[in-house]
């Protein structure tokens, strides 16, 4: 038997917000409700959910995914949640993929879903306990700091400034003025908006860094005999990668994301795609820092180590550019509740590819788009390759 | 796409009440070096993807998949963690070998509940924030109001829930990786301590700690690996109602879908006859009951009286729990499913020593994830 072609047909999405007045439950319930709506289908058409979500912490809730299950649409259903950190919304598409790929269902849900806000007062404290308890938490480490040793490490190493990383900033939340769901959309923001905003943690930013956020986004995926019943504009999987490195992250090279490369490795060999600079045509590479959007084009081989800050200075990343980079606003346009922007990220690519983006549409009827996030301490990486 | 796929491989390490000899990243390694040799497999090059079954709050841990690679070999590679139990995980990689773009899938879980000090507040934490927490319900007094109902609607006896715990932990003592293995009589169970009328403390699984990791492939790979695969028929899996208040008390529904997945995935119409034995879900005895019954091996309010009869025991006509289940074994969170599952391959691979079972071809495996989860799975293994 030949292998199973696996499509998206339907997504849907919450407002991105600083502090949500729905529950968890809520807002999966909200962004499952509208993908359903979106391709025209009803809880009975579901053979079975699969949930994306991060840090039990941030709810304070055990088995968080078992709480969520009734939300998220899994009343009844085989349902499973899966995670690797911030890779989770990119990695929950994958799930609901080997789902459909294995031949035991042909329609899934996908939902991925955030609320840092329940965290009091803020979720940064959840990721204490991320850490080594041995080795790392005594230290009190925050995320701000490791991320700021990265992007230390990261300018040094290749020569590269502030005001080039800013850019990244400003294209970002410039592009989410066009999403209606976005959280930090600016027209107005400009370089020297960043590098004058208040230091967190040297040379970190307030903003280079996305929003701590609450939302949720789902996804219908079908195998393609349900998809070409459905519609005439099924957007398929073509390639899906995934790669994780050790928990040691104190022992890494920092400058470059050599597990972002061999997920996408293996997601462009999936695809059968050789050339990905000319196959990729929208790119929506995690940016929860600016610097992190720049980072991850080199590991996904869309950049030359060091370069990926040039696709900004020479307007490729541009929407109208030769090869749009988040044209949805990004993390940092949008807003970032952790699995569920990872899982924007498909969405978009989804309604991109279908040119249902609105005002937010790339030109030119881009054929080929990729997804990725990044995660644990600093660790995963997860891809997905989508096309019509 | 790859229709048939096999576990070729496992490996254990444990199960003991408490191991403060070693972390749980070296109770992962030994399970995860046992399970490689038994495979003939290196992680390194024959492997292509990983996956652990974990809770961050069992592991006192955000985000825990970050620690799971190194131990596991799965550096640079491609790994995840499903926050399940351990048949969810293996479904999990069962569907993964089927997709046809992986050939060999290793697979662990484990526990560690010793480290975890205040282990019933952090269960109890699994309660909706809102409704139920400030009521501040013990994940036990849940469980005693479920076997109450169950035992109000079938008819079900307090002797026959007993004897369920007479039983797996006799077996138990055939069970040299068993924690929890003794010679009770009915009268002993029944006189203990109460923990929430009408459930006993003895007829309550004690948390062990350990490790399994399996390794699952593709058939092609299957036959080049392996003398012995034991092949994965059906897997099925189902939740039911999240909230305490909206959910049925007496039977498990959910129970019964993850089981009619499995065995139309199996071909089976009905479990009974076609099944040789059963490891299913007591981490309370009176589930091992109200499990069997939803899976259709009896109808409502027969297993206690048939488990009375003997139908359960290793001569029976269906043994169940021959390991000694969570009960005899120990409880081991997360784990739970995989160490029945793990009892099942060793079964149909001739490798039980004193407790195996004679002419098994065909095993099931049940696991319900606990207190307050309406979350079952279900697999059935063949040889």
């Given amino acids: 038997m030949g292998l199973r072609k696996v499509a998206v047909v339907g997504a849907g999405m919450t407002k991105f917000v600083r502090r949500a007045q729905e529950t968890a439950k809520e807002l999966t319930y909200h962004a499952a409700h509208q993908a359903l709506q979106s391709c025209e289908l009803v809880m009975d058409d579901i053979d079975g959910v699969c949930l994306g979500t991060a840090p039990d912490s941030f709810d304070g809730v055990h088995m968080k995914g078992e709480y969520l299950s009734d939300g998220a649409g899994a009343w009844g259903k085989p349902y499973i949640r899966s995670y690797v950190g911030g890779g989770t919304g990119v990695f929950a598409p994958i799930q609901g993929w080997y789902h459909v790929a294995s031949g035991l269902f042909d329609v899934v849900l996908v939902v991925a879903e955030e609320k840092m806000s329940s965290y009091y007062p803020h979720a940064q404290a959840a990721f204490l306990t991320i850490f080594d308890h041995t080795t790392e938490r005594p230290l009190k480490p925050n995320l701000l700091w490791i991320f700021a040793l990265e992007m230390n490490r990261y300018m040094h190493t290749y020569g590269i400034s502030k005001e080039d990383i800013a850019r990244v900033s400003v294209l970002h939340k410039r592009n989410a003025v066009d999403h209606p769901a976005a959280l930090l959309g600016n027209p107005d923001i400009t370089v020297e908006d960043v590098l004058n905003s208040e230091v967190l943690a040297w040379p970190v930013q307030r903003y280079d860094v996305s929003p701590v956020s609450d939302g949720a986004v789902a996804l219908v995926l079908a195998a393609e005999h349900v998809a070409k019943r459905l519609t005439d504009k099924p957007v398929w999987i073509e390639g899906v990668g995934w790669n994780l490195d050790t928990a040691y992250w104190t022992n890494r090279d920092l400058a470059y994301p050599r597990y972002v490369e061999y997920a996408a490795r293996m997601a462009y060999d999936m695809a059968n795609i050789k050339e990905p600079r000319k196959e990729i045509h929208i790119v929506e590479p995690y940016d929860p820092f600016d610097y992190k959007a720049l980072h991850h084009l080199e590991g996904l081989q869309l950049a030359e180590r060091g370069e990926a800050a040039q696709l900004y200075i020479d307007g490729v990343a541009e929407r109208n550019g030769d090869m749009p980079v988040c044209p949805s606003g990004g993390l940092l346009g949008v807003g970032n509740p952790i699995a569920a922007a990872g899982l924007m990220k498909v969405a978009e690519l989804f309604w991109q590819l279908r040119g249902e983006a609105g005002a937010r549409q790339v030109p030119g009827q881009p054929r080929r788009g990729l997804a990725q996030a990044w995660g644990d301490l600093m660790q995963v990486g997860t891809v997905v390759v989508m096309g019509r | ?383």
């Fill in chain 2, 1 to 383: 796409m790859n229709e048939r796929v096999a576990i070729v491989g496992v490996g254990w390490s444990g199960f003991r009440p408490t191991t403060p000899d070693v972390s749980y990243k070296e109770l992962m390694y030994e399970a995860a070096v046992r399970a490689y040799e038994d495979a003939g497999v290196d992680p390194r090059s024959d492997v292509d993807s990983f996956v652990t079954v974990a809770e961050d709050f069992h592991e006192g841990t955000s985000i825990f998949d970050e620690y799971t690679p190194d131990q596991m070999g799965a550096v640079l590679k491609s790994m995840h963690t499903i926050p399940g139990d351990g048949l969810h995980g293996l479904a999990t990689a069962y569907m993964m070998v089927r997709t046809g773009h992986f050939d060999v899938v290793a697979l662990e879980a484990h526990s560690k509940a010793s480290n975890i000090l205040t282990l019933p507040d952090v269960t109890a934490y699994a309660q909706d924030p809102v409704l139920n927490r400030p009521l501040r319900f013990n994940t036990h007094f849940v469980a005693g109001l479920e076997m109450n109902r169950y035992m109000y609607e079938t008819g079900t006896t307090e002797e026959q829930c007993a004897h369920v715990v007479v039983k797996n932990k006799k077996n138990a003592l055939k069970n040299s990786s068993a924690a929890y293995g003794a010679d009770l009589t009915e009268d002993e169970v029944l006189d203990g301590p109460p923990l929430s009328w009408p459930l006993g403390k003895h007829e309550t699984a004690e948390h062990a700690d350990g490790a399994i990791v399996m390794v699952v492939a593709s058939e092609e790979k299957a036959f080049q690996l392996s003398e012995k695969p034991v092949w994965i028929l059906g897997t099925g899996w189902c939740n039911g109602s999240a909230s305490l208040e909206s959910r049925e008390w007496g039977g498990i529904e959910y129970m019964s879908k993850a089981a009619r997945m499995a065995y139309s995935q199996a071909g089976f119409s009905n479990p009974r006859g076609l099944i040789d034995f059963a490891e299913v879900d007591d981490i309370y005895a009176y589930k091992e009951l109200q499990s069997l019954e939803a899976l259709g091996f009896f109808a409502p309010g027969t297993a206690g009286p048939m488990t009375e009869e003997g139908f359960t025991q290793p001569d029976g006509l269906l043994p169940v729990n021959v390991s000694g289940g969570s009960l005899g074994v120990g409880y081991l969170l997360d784990a739970t499913g995989l160490a029945r599952a793990l009892e099942v391959v060793l079964q149909l691979r001739g490798e039980a020593g004193s407790r195996q079972l004679e002419e098994v071809e065909v095993g099931l495996v049940q696991s319900w994830r606990g207190v307050p989860t309406t979350s079952g799975a279900v697999a059935i293994l063949s040889n």
